[in-house]
T-cell receptor, first 117, second 114 residues
Framework: NAGVTQTPKFQVLKTGQSMTLQCAQD?????MYWYRQDPGMGLRLIYY???????DKGEVPNGYNVSRLNKREFSLRLESAAPSQTSVYFC????????????????FGPGTRLTVT | AQSVAQPEDQVNVAEGNPLTVKCTYS??????LFWYVQYPNRGLQFLLK??????LVKGSYGFEAEFNKSQTSFHLKKPSALVSDSALYFC????????????FGTGTRLLVSP
């Protein structure tokens, strides 16, 4: 199993350009997440998808859109990139427990390092 | 709103010595607590979690953590540090809301010197 894969690994954009970050998981997980990691700020949730067909905003959704294409794939789109979106982006997936107790852990991809100039 | 605090940006320890990475949390309901580790240029990897039961939780690579409800803490520990333990460590909390959204701390860099 490849786990969680992300493409591209690196990207440089000019302000105003658009791009889509791709994420796929082969663990048959229901839930998927997009985070951004900035120095001194930990990881912050951008959007998540509890299951195929649903998406919801996280802590920092402004400037981003997502698509849960199918159970495997969850993409993040920047419509008009801004320097403030320079960050490392992580996708994660998790099996959703039937009970309210989070029995399972999240699995993370290797990240996409994005620079907006 | 729930939050976690990692008061130390960096922890330095000599190889073979015990290590502690601190985490405190603030939640209004039952806390579910996690530790993740990030090696350079990699994604986060799960280390251990506290859901319920025994306050001392054992995880991967010889790490353990102690849940202390009265002090609202969940410190990560290891009896004998290895140079290969050098990495960025994140504490995270999730509420029993029916869906697991994690709130992460800002991370603590652990440097183990030979």
């Amino acid at each position: 199993n490849a786990g969680v894969t992300q493409t591209p690994k690196f990207q440089v954009l000019k302000t105003g350009q658009s791009m889509t970050l791709q994420c796929a998981q082969d663990m048959n997980h229901n839930s998927m997440y997009w985070y951004r990691q900035d120095p001194g700020m930990g990881l912050r949730l951008i959007y998540y998808s509890a299951s195929e067909g649903t998406t919801d905003k996280g802590e920092v959704p402004n400037g981003y859109n997502v698509s849960r294409l199918n159970k495997r794939e969850f993409s993040l789109r920047l419509e008009s990139a801004a320097p403030s979106q320079t960050s490392v982006y992580f996708c994660a997936s998790m099996e959703l427990a039937e009970l309210k107790v989070p029995l399972y852990e999240q699995y993370f991809g290797p990240g996409t390092r994005l620079t907006v100039t | 709103a729930q939050s976690v605090a990692q008061p130390e940006d960096q922890v330095n320890v000599a190889e073979g010595n015990p290590l502690t990475v601190k985490c405190t949390y603030s939640v209004s309901g039952n806390p579910y607590l996690f530790w993740y580790v990030q090696y350079p240029n990699r994604g986060l990897q799960f280390l251990l979690k506290y859901i319920t039961g025994d306050n001392l939780v054992k995880g991967s690579y010889g790490f353990e953590a102690e849940f202390n409800k009265s002090q609202t803490s969940f410190h990560l520990k290891k009896p004998s540090a290895l140079v290969s333990d050098s990495a960025l460590y994140f504490c995270a909390v999730s509420l029993d809301t029916g869906f697991q959204k994690l709130v992460f701390g800002t991370g603590t860099r652990l440097l183990v010197s030979p």
